[in-house]
């Protein structure tokens, strides 16, 4: 499976669950990054006092972005009706494969970096 430039495996190895675990001694909150694929087993220790005694707590969505995003959710969500209608990007919205957030955000993403190179080519660099 390879859309938009990214395949499958690619977008899973850059994916990192967070867990978070809570010591049952000092109730501190010790956050475990788990590749993907794997979830946190065994014992995990304390950041706060070293103790092994925790639990996994189950916690509200946390998401870190290894970068950030080239545009915000506001314009994300006012370019999705355009990207719809459009011959080039409208075929990827109706092959029904993820969430309309996630493919409208893939192809902002591939957009500005075609711009990015486009204007890395074409403008003179600048002198100080």
Same mark, same amino acid.
């Given at each position: ?11 899973? %190895? #850059?994916?990192?669950?967070? =867990?978070?675990?809570?010591? +049952? ?10 590749? !993907? ?38 314009? %994300? #969500?006012?370019?999705?009706? =355009?990207?719809?209608?459009? +011959? ?10 993820? !969430? ?29």
């Amino acid at each position: 499976m390879e859309r938009a430039g990214l395949t499958r495996r690619a977008v899973l %190895l #850059h994916t990192m669950p967070i =867990f978070e675990f809570r010591c +049952k001694k000092c109730h501190a909150v010790t956050e475990v990054f788990c590749a !993907s694929g794997q979830s946190a087993t065994g014992a995990v220790t304390c950041g706060q006092c070293g103790n092994r005694a925790t639990a996994k707590v189950v916690s509200r969505v946390s998401v870190r972005v290894a970068r950030p995003a080239k545009y915000s959710e506001d314009f %994300l #969500h006012r370019a999705r009706p =355009f990207l719809r209608t459009q +011959k080039q990007t409208g075929e990827i919205f109706a092959e029904g494969k993820g !969430s309309d957030d996630a493919r409208t955000f893939q192809l902002a993403e591939q957009i500005g970096q075609g711009i990015d190179r486009a204007l890395a080519t074409r403008l003179p660099s600048r002198r100080r």
